[in-house]
């Protein structure tokens, strides 16, 4: 791969004798207009102008291949040791920052891909399914056999009724499952209820006996060979997670953050998070596009590992060693920022912007007496990187960019222009956990890990319509396109033919409490008072027709 870099020498400077290189690197391969970038590097009359107007030198290399290139020419003074360097003061000057040009996200999703389902089945395919068959049916013949006492004690016990499960059965569980997160009522129950008012569809497509059965032993993993609980789930996530990085590469611009899977069981890996609407339940750490919101990465929180030192740092350098020498910027909170993660991402040409605590290490020494008006700003510079402290509406923050300049030529507010821009981008989590949200299944699980395939299954769901939504002009809603799939996967399902009945037909003999309690003497036998009368001979005749249950109501209605 071809490029033209750009090196920036500032000749003389506020900050002291030290040299600030910048790069801007143009990629010949993906064709960008030059004259469209928001930098002026495009002729070399715009590139003297920048000479003159910013007492700069440019230097324009030659080309080679990236990999040689970045190994000969470094972004910034990586020989320099960050220890040795103190944090500068920078008065009345706007920062340049090494960039790379924009570029957006890319799928990779066939051409002949159009359907909902399609999209669907990228990520739960044939190899999916054939884990939960293995596994369910595994865990279901392990179980029954473990239970030889108990079966013969109880034999006509619900386990008695299952059958070994195949690609349809699966289908149409998770088709069931998708049904009841966009029609949601408060338990499983009411989903199999003859009150018509509660009825959802589900009880014409599997009996409430079946589908608690289908629950009961749905699996994952085989528990013979789990060393630790995470086992259970780890080697689905990994499958799913590889597909979903299969299909699709985000933008520039990158986010992140941790989500709450809901859970309020007995689980060792279970938090609590008063800042996040799900308070109890699993921390999960995703990277995501900061603007569709897409899961790219995935983690679950297992607890600190005490052999690990800066566990946020190391952390987000796992979740970013495949992004490494391609010009991305991350997005983060304050738990991950650091100085020190800055400095390590730009080793791999990643930028960083992050609100950052005021008790991290690294940051300026001077920082704790400083003292700030409303909306000012100062702006401090360590290794191409700025240390932006801003006082925003009586609130300090402080802000590790260096991907941005702390201000712009045309200000649009008081707000410096790196934190502009991590409010706009910061963002992307957040899209996909509301998106998860929305037609989640809502019922609880009694087990950590269903509630793990729970949120594994609304990431899959949430990705595809992103997909889809990208590449069609007039996309379906996102209830829409879960109802397509829905209608899929019970294509090939056997849907019941009798429907529960919510009032008895009239042509029947049927019992009910006599009115305001009273009792009657029984109209058959004449010996004993009874509280239950027949409706319909009732009607007939006129009068209460009350009879005993047993076993005057058999014999009187013989007759």
């Known amino acids: 791969m071809n490029i033209f870099p750009y090196f920036l020498t500032r000749k003389r400077s506020n900050i002291s004798e030290s040299k600030y290189r910048i790069r ?32 700069v030198e440019v230097e324009i290399g030659d080309d080679g291949s990236f990999d ?13 040791d960050h220890q040795d360097v103190e944090w500068e003061l920078v008065e009345n000057l706007r920062p340049i920052n090494w960039e790379y040009p924009y570029f957006p996200a890319k799928s990779y999703v066939p051409e002949d891909c159009r359907l909902p389902h399609q999209y669907f089945e990228l990520f739960f395919d044939s190899d999916v399914y054939e884990i939960i068959i293995e596994q369910t049916n595994l865990y279901a013949d392990q179980f029954i056999s473990s239970q030889n006492e108990y079966l ?17 059965d699966v289908m149409a569980y998770i088709a069931v499952r ?9 338990s499983i129950e009411d989903h199999f209820s003859e009150n018509k008012f509660l009825q959802s569809g589900v009880s014409t497509i599997i009996s409430g006996r079946k589908y608690h059965l289908y629950n009961k032993f749905f699996h994952l993993a085989d528990n013979s060979k789990q060393i630790k609980p995470i086992d259970k789930i780890q080697p689905f996530l990994d499958l799913i997670l590889t597909k979903i990085q299969k299909y699709y ?39 995501c596009d900061s603007k569709t919101g897409y899961v790219w990465k995935a983690k679950i929180y297992q607890g600190k590992e005490e052999s690990i030192n800066n566990y946020t740092t190391q952390l987000t350098l796992s979740f970013t060693t495949s992004l490494k020498n391609k010009g991305y910027k991350l997005f983060t909170d304050n738990f991950y920022t650091s100085p020190e993660l800055a400095w390590e991402l730009l080793k791999k040409r990643i930028s ?22 409303p909306n000012e700003t100062q702006v401090y510079v360590k290794n191409d990187t700025l240390c932006i402290y801003h006082l925003d509406h009586q609130k300090p923050l402080i802000l590790l960019s260096n991907a941005y300049s702390a ?12 934190l502009q821009k991590y409010n706009e981008y910061i963002h992307g989590v957040d ?50 396109f879960r109802i397509y799939i829905v209608k899929h996967l019970l294509s090939n399902w056997k849907m019941k033919k009798t429907i529960f009945q919510t009032k008895p037909s009239q042509k029947m003999h049927y019992f009910d409490k006599i009115p305001n309690k009273k009792q009657r003497v029984c109209c058959h036998c004449r010996k004993r008072d009874s509280t239950w009368m027949c409706k319909r001979c009732s009607k007939n005749s006129g009068n209460i027709m009350a009879l005993c249950l047993m076993p005057c109501w058999e014999q009187y209605h013989k007759r």
């Open 352 to 373: 960083i912007t992050g609100i950052v605590k005021a008790n991290r290490k690294g940051l300026p020494a001077k920082h704790e007496n400083l003292k700030l008006r």
């Open 152 to 168: 013969l004690s109880f034999p006509k016990a619900r386990i008695t009724k299952w059958k070994e499960w195949k690609k349809e």
């Open 249 to 287: 590469d985000p933008g520039q611009h990158i986010t992140l953050d941790e989500g709450i899977i809901p859970f309020q069981g007995r689980c060792q890996y279970k938090q609590y998070n008063k800042m996040k609407p799900e308070k109890w339940g699993m921390k999960m750490y995703l990277l």
């Open 24 to 55: 801007l690197i143009f990629n010949l391969e993906t064709k960008i207009n030059m004259q469209s970038l928001e930098n002026p590097f495009s002729t070399p009359q715009q590139i003297r102008r920048i000479e003159e107007t910013l007492d």
């Open 178 to 186: 998708i049904l009841m997160g966009i029609h949601k009522l408060p």
């Open 68 to 80: 040689e290139f970045v190994d000969e020419l470094p972004i910034h003074d990586q020989d320099l």
């Open 407 to 418: 201000f712009q030529e045309v200000a649009h507010n008081d707000k410096p222009y790196a």
């Open 431 to 480: 899209k996909a956990n509301q998106e998860r949200s929305y037609y989640r299944y809502p019922h609880r699980e009694f087990k950590w890990w269903k509630a793990v395939f729970t949120d594994i299954l609304e990431i899959i769901i949430v990705n595809a319509y992103i997909l889809y939504k990208n590449r069609e002009e007039k996309p379906l809603t996102h209830k829409e």
